[in-house]
């Protein structure tokens, strides 16, 4: 979401303030952090740079500071009271603002700030995607109305608020005539998407997908991040769809009844594993994901123990997990923290360790089949190679020629090595469109 903001950052100040965009901090004449808060590690490392930035503006007092995202949000005009050197401060929903407040400081000289949720403004005043590449995320909602006592994206992102069906046909319409071939979904919380379509008729997620997947040229369709509560069988049944990448990232947090019903999750872990048994029902090797949290206040051995049989129950193919993070303003963050930090590195690495397992047994057991994958570039490693994705998400590398970049071929997957999966090109056999 945020690499996605930060896109639309660039394009905003391309289109209406006629800028160009540098890494290079000497050519600079604006400095922008686009920051997240979902932990407290993310939001460190923000002051940090702006400590860097700080000595930076004092050579040069003319360079401007834009601090955007959701630690603006959170922080808002205190940011300042930490890194005074700041002078435009915004949140993820005002990033079209901000030409106007860089013309205001630049008119004023004095600090601008503004975090508001203007709801749906966003959508209406970006710029359309100018994306040329194979695969583009396209946001369809915004925001979180879930409220789980550990997070903080309700506060900094606001409520959900789904994008107008019409808008989002018309920018995937634009971005196939572009020659994108591979949408990418996007929101906190997409399966609660919820609109109307241009005869007045209520459409969700899974209406998207299907409106998505009749338009020409776009060949694969994922979507993240979802919630079970919003889970409904329209959606499971979307998995007979063909375009419907074959991968599922559907976070759990933990696997004690317990402990997500004090995270408010509003679900229960049967309930969790009810769904994923139905998409398996139709998609036996599709890739499942989740997410973790260890160490919630008040999780006990026995809470993790079963977060551990969960996993061992349903074998992921992949999972991110964290140790729980006190986030300002969330319900958990008052809650007694009663469990020692040696403990929660402890779980950490253990789940950590059964879930690496799980991967590399999902990946080991890619070896040997064909895969149709979207070349999205060349190897970072090698010089003759080139990767791409999967239908389950997976990068395989493989040595290929750059002008495969961008279409789809059929690679034989051939060994896993350490962590990456590597293959053969089967030129004859590809598919590229
Ligand atoms: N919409 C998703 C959450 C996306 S945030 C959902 O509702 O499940 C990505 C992940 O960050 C979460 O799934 C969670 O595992 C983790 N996370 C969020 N808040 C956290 C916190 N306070 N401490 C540790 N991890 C957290």
Redesign the pocket.
């Known amino acids: 979401m945020n690499e996605y903001d930060s896109d639309k950052l660039t394009d905003v100040l391309v289109s209406n303030l006629n800028m160009k965009q540098t890494t290079k901090i000497s050519d600079a004449d604006i400095l922008l952090l686009n920051t997240c808060s979902?932990?407290e590690k993310a939001q460190e490392k923000v002051f940090h740079q702006l400590g860097r930035w700080k000595k930076l503006k004092k050579k040069r007092p003319e360079i401007m500071i834009a601090v955007g995202g959701c630690v603006a949000s959170q922080e808002g005009k205190n940011i300042r009271t930490r890194a005074p050197e700041v002078d435009i401060i915004f949140g993820p929903q005002t990033i079209h603002r901000l030409p106007k407040m860089i013309r205001d400081v630049y008119s004023n000289s004095k600090t601008s700030v503004d975090i508001s949720f203007p709801a749906i403004e966003k959508f209406d005043y970006l710029p359309s995607s100018k994306s040329q590449s194979p695969s583009a995320y396209v946001s369809i909602m915004e925001g979180?109305s879930?409220y789980?006592t550990?997070?903080?994206?309700p506060y900094t992102r606001g409520d959900e608020v789904s994008r107008s069906f019409d808008s989002i046909l018309y920018e995937v319409k634009n971005l196939a005539t572009n020659g994108t071939k591979e949408i990418i979904l996007l929101g906190?919380?997409v399966n609660s998407y919820s609109s109307k379509n241009f005869n007045g008729e209520n459409v969700k997620l899974s209406d998207l997908i299907r409106y998505i997947s009749l338009i020409p040229g776009i060949d694969r369709i994922r979507y993240t991040?979802s919630?079970p509560i919003d889970f409904q069988d329209d959606l499971i049944e979307e998995y007979h769809n063909p375009i419907l990448a074959n991968n599922v990232h559907l976070?759990i947090?933990s696997g004690s009844d317990f402990i997500l019903s004090k995270m408010k999750r509003k679900h229960t872990v049967l309930e969790y594993k009810n769904i994923i048994k139905k998409i398996r029902e139709i998609r036996p090797d599709i890739n499942v994901s989740s997410?973790?949290?260890v160490g919630y206040p008040g999780e006990s051995d026995e809470d993790f123990n079963h977060t551990l049989n969960l996993v061992k129950n349903l074998e992921f193919s992949d999972a991110?997990?964290?140790?729980?993070?006190?986030?300002p303003g969330?319900p958990?963050s008052i809650e007694h923290d009663d469990i020692g930090q040696d403990i929660k590195i402890d779980r950490l690495k253990k789940l950590q360790d059964l879930i690496k397992l799980q991967a590399r047994r999902f990946s080991k057991n890619m070896i040997g089949t064909i895969q149709k994958v979207l070349v999205e570039g060349l190897s970072v490693k090698r010089s003759n190679e080139i990767f791409g994705r999967a239908d389950n998400n997976k990068i395989i590398n493989f040595i290929g020629d750059r002008n495969l970049i961008g279409k789809f071929v059929n690679v034989r997957v051939d060994e896993l090595r350490i962590n990456t999966l590597h293959g053969t090109y089967l030129e004859r056999d590809g598919i590229s469109k």
């Open positions: 979902i932990r979180c879930k789980c550990f997070c903080v994206v906190q919380n991040t919630h976070p947090q997410d973790f949290i991110y997990s964290f140790i729980y993070s006190p986030r969330t958990a």
